[in-house]
């Protein structure tokens, strides 16, 4: 009986345990991206502003 209880216990920590990471995961991996899609689109404000004054000064 004790090795059910060990087995069955494993077996929800387990499952537990993947469906946590899973999520931390693709909660991760989400923040990754956003924060990456606002990276760029600062960048190419920066990068536009850029040109469109040295074009304007010169």
Do not use: A, P, W
């Not at 899973?22 to 689109?41: A, G, M, P």
Request: proline share 0%.
């Amino acid at each position: 009986m004790k090795k059910l209880k060990n087995k069955v216990f494993y077996t929800i920590f387990s499952i537990l345990t993947i469906s946590l990471l899973s999520f931390i995961v693709v909660f991760n991996v989400q923040n990754y991206l956003e924060e990456k899609k606002n990276v760029e689109r600062s960048l190419n404000m920066s990068f536009d502003y850029g040109c469109n004054y040295l074009y304007h000064t010169t």
